[in-house]
């Protein structure tokens, strides 16, 4: 386990490995970066990360048949490294995916309705309920989502419930499928230029890094929300700034940066406009424990030479 902070201790990964291993298996915890893995790291039959990332240095230095990642995302680890030396990459999908719906919407809805400006004032001994006007009614709104997977389709269930008017865009699926699923299929200019709040819910790729960059905020309206429970890279943070000091936003929610934990005198941090959270959208109790068990479980039938849901590259075999 190259990250054991993250949860504390290994313990439930032990005991899943002994019970799946028949107890024929050592678990070490070893917090480490990906440059730190050769010298720290010795042999190991399975690499298990969170977000630590896994070069195919490391791979080479540890003579791993797996890597198995805590996650539903698969940035930082190197897929075709891994598939040219035969080792099986592995994620543990839609564990989170009401919970990250469910942190989405909350992170608009408290912007919308200017909880942030209305506890900061209130604080301060203002008691006026003017301070974030114009809060429209949810029904007036639209909840855009840029890309359309198991978790955006839990936010726009979500949104829809509450009365927001659902739209999303998603290159890879085509327009039934998401009318099927419960928005309404736009292309990327219509939902920057219609959505009064934008979550985005795509993965971290070489296309969609800084994707979200100045000329795409500029097209937002001034009253506009922008939510990021997907990667923090693929925004430019420094755009993002830029808005909202021009009041160019009404404000972001952000549960991931580009930098994690980000700097303290990052300016993105104690405004009344951003609310940011911890890269905690997947957490509740159950998702904690789905993911420790399933992750543990979906990496060793990889080792084992099954074909499982979350084997990333099949064509590792």
């Known amino acids: 386990m190259l990250d054991p902070d ?4 290994v313990e439930a990964e032990r005991e899943h490995f002994e019970h799946l291993l028949n107890n024929d298996v050592v678990v070490d915890a070893i917090d480490c970066t990906d440059e730190e893995i050769p010298e720290r790291v010795d042999d190991a039959d399975l690499l298990l990360t969170h977000y630590t990332e896994v070069s195919a240095n490391s791979m080479d230095a540890t003579g791993c048949s797996v890597v198995a990642r805590y996650a539903t995302g698969i940035d930082g680890i190197d897929i075709d490294a891994a598939t040219e030396r035969g080792i099986r990459v592995t994620r543990v999908p839609t564990y989170c995916n009401n919970e990250v719906g469910m942190h989405a919407v909350s992170l608009a809805l408290a912007l919308v ?9 209130t604080s301060d001994g203002v008691w006026e309920w003017r301070d974030p006007v114009p809060i429209h009614p949810v029904e007036d709104l639209t909840f855009g989502l840029l890309a359309f997977g198991n978790k955006a389709q839990a936010a726009g269930e979500k949104a829809a419930t509450l009365g ?3 739209c999303a865009y998603d290159p890879y699926l085509d327009d039934e499928t998401i009318r099927e699923n419960g928005a309404r299929p ?8 219609s959505a009064d709040i934008v979550s985005i819910h795509m993965p971290l790729t070489e296309e969609t890094e800084s994707m979200i960059d100045a000329d795409v905020i500029d097209q937002l309206d001034d009253n506009a929300v922008l939510v990021n429970t997907a990667r923090g890279r693929i925004i430019d943070e ?3 700034r830029t ?5 160019r936003l009404r404000g972001a929610g952000l549960d991931v940066f580009r930098e994690e934990p980000p700097s303290p005198d990052n300016p993105l941090l104690n405004r009344e406009d951003v609310i940011a959270t911890p890269h905690a959208a997947w957490y509740s109790t159950r998702s904690e424990e789905v993911l420790r068990q399933r992750g543990t479980e979906i990496a060793v039938a ?3 030479g099954e074909i499982v849901d979350g084997l990333v590259n099949p064509d590792a075999f």
């Open 243 to 247: 808005a909202l000091e021009d009041d």
């Open 6 to 9: 993250w949860f504390g201790d």
């Open 113 to 121: 309705r200017g909880l942030p400006m209305y506890d900061a004032a």
């Open 238 to 240: 420094e755009a993002l």
């Open 186 to 193: 736009v292309d990327f200019e219509e939902l920057l230029e």
């Open 302 to 304: 990889a080792y084992n």
């Open 164 to 166: 927001f008017d659902v």
